[in-house]
């Protein structure tokens, strides 16, 4: 019987290429290891809407109860070249079986990105990232996780577990 692999949308930082924001790569054990048993789907939204490697940072700004995607410095918004590419991507993938993104970042991370009220230096809580909020609202029932709680090494059984989603 051949083992099917599971196809896995992943933030292309994590172990494929250095197009984080500083231009640098994330190195990770743990999905070393996995590029034998999953089939990889490499993205990286912020280099998808023409932000160059390495760019200046960006964060995600709460107005009116919208998300926008800011440039700290310029304060150029990408809120809707970031959500026009997400939702236009996402609905173009029938066949996937998980994802796995970059924790804390204002495009990818699920939960723990740091957001902002626009006269407010300090963050004023957490959110999604835009890229992956739709993630989150196209493919609610799909396995999610972040690379920082692969490498989690405590407690491993609970990482185990969880990762068994994928497959």
């Known amino acids: 019987m051949k083992f099917t692999k599971p196809k896995i949308l992943i933030s292309k930082?994590?172990?494929?290429?250095?197009c984080r924001f500083d231009g640098q790569m994330i190195n990770s054990n743990y999905i070393k290891k996995l590029k034998n048993c999953i089939d990889f789907v490499t993205i990286c939204p912020e280099v998808e809407i023409g932000m160059g490697t390495p760019r200046k940072p960006i964060r995600i700004v709460e107005e009116k109860n919208q998300m926008l995607l800011i440039q700290r410095d310029s304060k150029i918004d990408y809120s809707s070249k970031m959500n026009d590419f997400s939702n236009n991507y996402l609905s173009q993938i029938n066949t996937i079986d998980g994802f796995i993104l970059k924790a804390?970042?204002?495009s990818c991370g699920i939960n723990n990105a740091k957001k902002y009220h626009k006269d407010?230096?300090?963050p004023i809580g957490k959110t999604s990232g835009l890229f992956?909020?739709?993630?989150?609202?196209?493919?609610?029932?799909?396995?999610k996780e972040d690379e920082k709680r692969l490498n989690n090494p405590f407690p491993a059984e609970l990482i185990e577990t969880d990762n068994s989603r994928f497959f």
Do not use: K, Q, Y
């Not at 930082?13 to 250095?18: I, K, P, V, Y």
């Not at 992956?132 to 396995?143: G, K, Q, R, T, Y």
């Open 120 to 122: 407010n230096p300090a």
């Open 132 to 143: 992956a909020s739709e993630v989150i609202n196209l493919f609610p029932d799909h396995p």
């Open 104 to 106: 804390n970042s204002p």
């Open 13 to 18: 930082c994590l172990e494929f290429d250095a």
